[in-house]
C-alpha cells in the first residue's frame, strides 16, 4: 500500500513462512511492514537494510529467534514480536535511540530482557512462565530463579571471579580494534591470513557490553536486574517473571554496571 510519502506493506494473514531475501532491494523506502498472523519461523539476515523502517510487526508468528540484523535497523520506533516463541532477543537491539516501543508479550520461553530496553515502552506480560527444559543453555544467578536463556553464540559465562580472559577473546578483541579503529575496514583480512569461523566472528560479534560498548565474541559476563526489583514492577502486577539482562566484558563493567542509576 502506497500513499504520497511513504511505503506501507501489509501482509498479513497470509500463512507467510519467511521473507524474500531481495525484499530491501525491492521496497528500499519501505516504513511500515505488518506481517502478523502469518507462520514465519525464519526472518533473513536482508531485513536489516531496510534503513527507512520505522514499524515492523512479526505478532502471532513462530519465531524461536530474532536475526541480529534486526539492530541495524536504525530508523525503527515500534517493534512488535509478542504471540511467538521467543527464546532471546538479539543482544544489540535496542540501543537505537529511535527504538521506543517493543512488545513481546506471551512468549513463554522468553526469560530475559536486555537491559538496553530499560527505558523503552516494554511490552512483556504473560513471559517467563515456568516450563520444562532439556538440554538448553541456561544461567542461573546465585540468587537463585528466575533463570534466563542465553544467545547460542555465548560459547562461555564468567563471573566476578573470572579476571582474565580467555585467549581467544582477547585475540578477537584485539584484530578488531586493530583493524576497525585503524584501518576502518574489516574487509583487509581474508580466509587465508585468518581461519574462516574467526574472519565471520569478528565480522559480527555476539553483543556490545551494556556499560562501554567493548565488542564480545565469545564470552560475556551477565547481570541480572529482576523486573520486580525495578519501578516497572507495578505496571505488570505479576503477569511476568522476566528479568532485564545486561552482557558486560569484563569484572570491572560487571560491578560497576547500575540499570537504576
Known sequence: MRDCSTWRDYMKRNSLTTLPENLAQKLPNLVELYLHSNNIVVVPEAIGSLVKLQCLDLSDNALEIVCPEIGRLRALRHLRLANNQLQVLPPDLGQSRELQ???????????????????????????????????VKLLSFSSGPPTIFLPAEVKAMWTEHDHVLPLQELAMRSLYHTYHSFLKDLNFLSPISLPR???????????????????????????????????????????????????CCSTQCLQTFDLLS
Open 197 to 247: 569461523s574467526l574472519l565471520e566472528l569478528l565480522h559480527c560479534p555476539l553483543g556490545h557490553c551494556h556499560r562501554c560498548s567493548e565488542p564480545m565474541f565469545t564470552i560475556v559476563y551477565p547481570k541480572l536486574f529482576p523486573l520486580r526489583e525495578t519501578p516497572m514492577a507495578g505496571l505488570h502486577q505479576g503477569r511476568t517473571t522476566v528479568s532485564f539482562v545486561a552482557y
Open 101 to 135: 516501543y517493543v512488545y513481546v508479550d506471551n512468549n513463554i520461553n522468553l526469560k530475559g530482557l536486555l537491559s538496553y530496553l530499560y527505558n523503552k515502552v516494554i511490552g512483556c506480560s504473560g513471559c517467563g512462565a515456568p516450563i520444562q527444559v532439556s538440554e
